[in-house]
């Protein structure tokens, strides 16, 4: 962990900085052109796609061969030089909240953990891709770090972020049980939250939120590029008190607040107007910490999936999804038809 601090000090600075200097669009845009005014060619070539780009929405959670048939797309930080790798760094930091950049580097610094327990070279802190599609500053385009349990991906339409998800966070281990950073829990609230949350139900709450006794082995939408509701199944938001959507919300806010604030107001604003009393919540498994465990919140418009099942419920998956706007596909449409029609 202190190997990040410096990092983590210098781009909070930085994007404290860009919330009183810009609009988050044009954040974005500044920190996109300013790396790739220092890239090569061949870099260039690596990193950059066109909006349509099938890459897009090429994304996944898994470790991926470092080349040839199945690796990423993007280039690696460990493919930059110093000084390209802090600006890929201070570009994270336009999209992230400050708890969610430091969590973004705490879950590519686990790559250096299990790199000591597996003493395996596919586990390495620096293979994490960085992807820009589209022109940086136009009307539309996005951009994307990701690698083994993280992927973030956002999205500009007519000059604003319409979008940061699908959003990935994983942690393995979930909880570091030996060395110098034992005990560190990376994803710590998004297991606590909904545990206590669950714990609070009544009996009758908990017959219904229950949905399965067994958890998944993993969250049911994997890494699909468009995924749909799965069910109304569990307890509604009109079915818990005012302390238990306390605790909802709560939860919602976990996942939501990994974005900068700008973005994360937008989001919450959503699923709010889609109406709070359509938002369910599912588990599976067991209630206790150690058990393994899944859980799954639902609205109109959004899916957060969390499971913890592997590595004798030592290893943790959780994405945010929108359902029709993963990648910025509804609003880049609406963008697109409006701009059309006006021609």
Known sequence: MKRFLPIILVLTLASSASLRAHETAVAMADAANAWLATLTDEQKEQATYKLTDEERVNWHFIPKPFEGEGMRGGLTLK?????????????????????????????????????????????????????????????????????????????????????????????NPGEVLEGPRKGLR??????????????????????????????????????ETKVESLGDAGVTWKELDKEQKKGLRALINVYVHRLRPEVAKDDLKAIKEAGMENIVFAWAGGLEKGEPHYYRVQGPTFLLEYANTQNNANHVHAVWRDFEGDFGRDLLKEHYQAYHKAE
């Open 79 to 171: 493919d930059m030089e110093p000084a390209q790798r802090h600006l890929a760094y201070a570009l994270l930091s336009t999209g992230m909240s400050t708890h969610g950049l430091t969590t973004a580097l705490e879950i590519m610094s686990l790559e250096q953990v299990l790199w000591e327990l597996e003493n395996d070279p596919k586990r390495n802190t620096l293979m994490y891709y960085v992807s820009i599609f589209g022109e940086p500053g136009s009307e539309n385009w996005g951009w994307r770090v990701e690698g083994h349990h993280l992927s973030l991906n956002f999205t500009i339409a007519g000059g604003k972020v319409v979008s940061g998800t699908p959003n990935f966070f994983a942690s």
């Open 186 to 223: 990376v994803l710590a609230h998004e297991e606590d939250v909904a545990r206590d949350l669950i714990k609070s139900f009544s009996e009758e709450q908990q017959t219904k939120a229950i949905v399965e006794d067994e958890a998944p082995r993993d969250i049911l939408t994997s890494a």
